[in-house]
């Protein structure tokens, strides 16, 4: 008697520790996406970028801005916003079960504080990626290439971008990262270490998966336009059935032949003009 109501508390328990942990997931990612509608501090909301971006020359009549430190910092927080508002919702799964297994181990802390160690490690791992981006940025409107829209102004460029994010998606190692995505309780069982230093160190190894899984993805941002809206919504969306259905391991290699395709006649179409 004794054992099934223990049994009763735990999944009463662990039930609670879901619907909060869904809270907490959830109003950390509308807050990112709404910073990123808003205009992540750049003055102007993605939505007013996606509709100018739509308008013809419209690179001309938009002034450069200029990379202050400040600015620095402001685009860097803007492209870690992203990372946030496009990847958590594919690393849910993996913070759900990783706080289960805390709970179901009874460990000391409560399981949201463990989580949110792991969760802090994975945003680091995407952290760093951001600060790569930024700078990618930075160098790629000083040789003209991006323009004041942040979108891609080269047809060379465009057709490169696409064509690497596609053949990326159909490499080994895409698919060995992407596997450690889609399977959180193989890495879990294979990577459990104990306490907060090993819950920073799961999550920074699990971001690493992620990020080698993603990186392509997130700088196709290049070419669609990094405040773009539709292209900010899109690969989110992909990232998310990728890693979440069952055929998404086909879906993303069948993707990944369409994006090559697609570069590859962007950079005929180059090429000949």
Same mark, same amino acid.
């Given at each position: 008697?004794?054992? %099934?109501?223990?049994?009763?508390?735990?999944?009463?328990?662990?039930?609670?520790?879901? %619907?909060?942990?869904?809270?907490? +997931?959830?109003?950390?990612?509308?807050?990112?996406?709404?910073?990123?509608?808003?205009?992540?501090?750049?003055?102007?909301?993605?939505?007013?970028?996606?509709?100018?971006?739509?308008?013809?020359?419209?690179?001309?009549?938009?002034?450069?801005?200029?990379?202050?430190?400040?600015?620095?910092?402001?685009?860097?927080?803007?492209?870690?916003?992203?990372?946030?508002?496009?990847?958590?919702?594919?690393?849910?799964?993996?913070?759900?079960?990783?706080?289960?297994?805390?709970?179901?181990?009874?460990?000391?802390?409560?399981?949201?504080?463990?989580?949110?160690?792991?969760?802090?490690?994975? @945003?680091?791992?995407?952290?760093?990626?951001?600060?790569?981006?930024?700078?990618?940025?930075?160098? @790629?409107?000083?040789?003209?290439?991006?323009?004041?829209?942040?979108?891609?102004?080269?047809?060379?460029?465009?057709?490169?971008?696409?064509?690497?994010?596609?053949?990326?998606?159909?490499?080994?190692?895409?698919?060995?990262?992407?596997?450690?995505?889609?399977?959180?309780?193989?890495?879990?069982?294979?990577?459990?270490?104990?306490?907060?230093?090993?819950?920073?160190?799961?999550?920074?190894?699990?971001?690493?998966?992620?990020?080698?899984?993603?990186?392509?993805?997130?700088?196709?941002?290049?070419?669609?336009?990094?405040?773009? +809206?539709?292209?900010?919504?899109?690969?989110?969306?992909?990232?998310?059935?990728?890693?979440?259905?069952?055929?998404?391991?086909?879906?993303?290699?069948?993707?990944?032949?369409?994006?090559?395709?697609?570069?590859?006649?962007?950079?005929?179409?180059?090429?000949?003009?």
């Amino acid at each position: 008697m004794s054992t %099934v109501s223990e049994t009763t508390v735990l999944e009463t328990v662990l039930r609670r520790d879901r %619907v909060v942990m869904v809270a907490a +997931l959830t109003a950390v990612i509308a807050v990112a996406w709404i910073w990123i509608v808003l205009g992540a501090g750049t003055g102007t909301s993605a939505a007013a970028m996606t509709q100018m971006a739509r308008i013809p020359d419209m690179d001309m009549m938009r002034e450069w801005a200029v990379w202050t430190p400040g600015y620095a910092a402001l685009i860097f927080a803007m492209w870690w916003a992203m990372m946030v508002a496009m990847m958590l919702p594919g690393a849910t799964p993996m913070l759900l079960l990783f706080a289960r297994v805390n709970r179901s181990q009874k460990a000391k802390d409560r399981p949201y504080v463990q989580t949110g160690i792991f969760a802090a490690g994975y @945003l680091v791992a995407w952290g760093a990626f951001s600060l790569l981006a930024a700078g990618l940025q930075w160098g @790629l409107e000083q040789l003209d290439l991006l323009g004041p829209m942040m979108t891609a102004t080269n047809y060379w460029l465009g057709g490169a971008i696409l064509l690497a994010a596609g053949l990326w998606q159909l490499t080994p190692i895409k698919g060995v990262c992407l596997r450690h995505c889609r399977s959180p309780l193989r890495f879990l069982m294979q990577q459990w270490r104990a306490g907060r230093l090993g819950a920073f160190r799961m999550g920074l190894e699990h971001g690493a998966y992620c990020l080698g899984c993603c990186w392509f993805l997130m700088g196709l941002l290049f070419f669609g336009g990094i405040m773009n +809206l539709f292209w900010i919504a899109g690969l989110a969306l992909f990232v998310l059935l990728e890693k979440t259905i069952p055929v998404g391991h086909w879906f993303g290699r069948i993707a990944g032949v369409c994006f090559a395709a697609w570069g590859v006649l962007m950079l005929a179409s180059a090429a000949s003009g």
